[in-house]
């Protein structure tokens, strides 16, 4: 039989996550209506969430530890769909290239708004610092690996610093996706995957296969 604290810690959980989720909707609202994160007050937020001020403080020590909450579930998820891409061998093409990377881009889509206000508490917020610090480290560690082991397999242009090349399309990716994809239309955004493809496309691997991207002119 299911024991009563057990019970009760998964209750806790699930308020919790629910208060979570209407509060991170309203830090959206406020944002998308010209709002600064960083001069967002807890009594603006939880005002427009529907949540008291008591509640907000039972869940949360301050509006950072909100972000950190959030920021650890989509960080595990945009590790997911990197992998998709690193995972990619000499045998890849210029479309197997593209999907992998618009599976990043579909998921970290929705989250624009919110990633942003991440990145703007990252200044005064030494955890949440300390997290986006630690995602952007591991997206650059997982494409220098990646890098290393294409060049020795002979699919990755063996002439790039991997360290450097990594650290350039990772920090140049972070910010196409900040600014280019998050209002994007549709049409719009089908154009960007392509463009971006073929950055990685002709940064990487073009080089490998005698000069030939499989996607000439893009």
């Given at each position: 039989m299911p024991s009563v604290t057990r019970k009760t810690q998964g209750s806790r959980a699930e308020r919790r996550d629910q208060i979570k989720a209407r509060l991170l909707a309203a830090v959206e609202s406020l944002l998308a209506d010209g709002e600064n994160f960083t001069e967002l007050s807890v009594e603006r937020l939880v005002s427009m969430a529907g949540v008291s001020r008591s509640t907000f403080y039972v869940y949360f020590e301050d509006k950072g530890e909100l972000i950190r909450a959030w920021l650890a579930e989509i960080i595990s998820e945009l590790d997911v769909a990197a992998q998709a891409w690193w995972a990619l061998d000499g045998d890849a093409t210029w479309d197997d290239l593209r999907a992998a990377l618009n599976r990043v881009v579909t998921?970290?889509?929705?989250?624009?708004?919110?990633?942003?206000?991440?990145?703007?508490?990252?200044?005064?917020?030494?955890?949440?610092?300390?997290?986006?610090?630690?995602?952007?480290?591991?997206?650059?560690?997982?494409?220098?690996?990646?890098?290393?082991?294409?060049?020795r397999t002979g699919s990755v242009d063996e002439r790039l610093p991997a360290a450097q090349t990594a650290a350039w399309l990772t920090w140049m990716a972070e910010r196409g996706l900040h600014r280019l994809v998050r209002?994007?239309?549709?049409?719009?955004?089908?154009?960007?995957?392509?463009?971006?493809?073929?950055?990685?496309?002709?940064?990487?691997?073009?080089?490998?296969?005698?000069?030939?991207a499989d996607k000439p002119g893009r």
């Amino acid at each position: 039989m299911p024991s009563v604290t057990r019970k009760t810690q998964g209750s806790r959980a699930e308020r919790r996550d629910q208060i979570k989720a209407r509060l991170l909707a309203a830090v959206e609202s406020l944002l998308a209506d010209g709002e600064n994160f960083t001069e967002l007050s807890v009594e603006r937020l939880v005002s427009m969430a529907g949540v008291s001020r008591s509640t907000f403080y039972v869940y949360f020590e301050d509006k950072g530890e909100l972000i950190r909450a959030w920021l650890a579930e989509i960080i595990s998820e945009l590790d997911v769909a990197a992998q998709a891409w690193w995972a990619l061998d000499g045998d890849a093409t210029w479309d197997d290239l593209r999907a992998a990377l618009n599976r990043v881009v579909t998921v970290y889509r929705p989250h624009t708004t919110l990633m942003a206000a991440a990145f703007d508490a990252a200044a005064y917020d030494t955890g949440v610092r300390g997290q986006v610090d630690e995602m952007m480290q591991r997206n650059i560690a997982g494409l220098r690996k990646h890098i290393r082991t294409g060049q020795r397999t002979g699919s990755v242009d063996e002439r790039l610093p991997a360290a450097q090349t990594a650290a350039w399309l990772t920090w140049m990716a972070e910010r196409g996706l900040h600014r280019l994809v998050r209002d994007a239309a549709d049409d719009e955004l089908n154009m960007l995957v392509d463009a971006y493809a073929s950055i990685v496309w002709n940064t990487l691997y073009a080089g490998a296969r005698n000069g030939h991207a499989d996607k000439p002119g893009r």
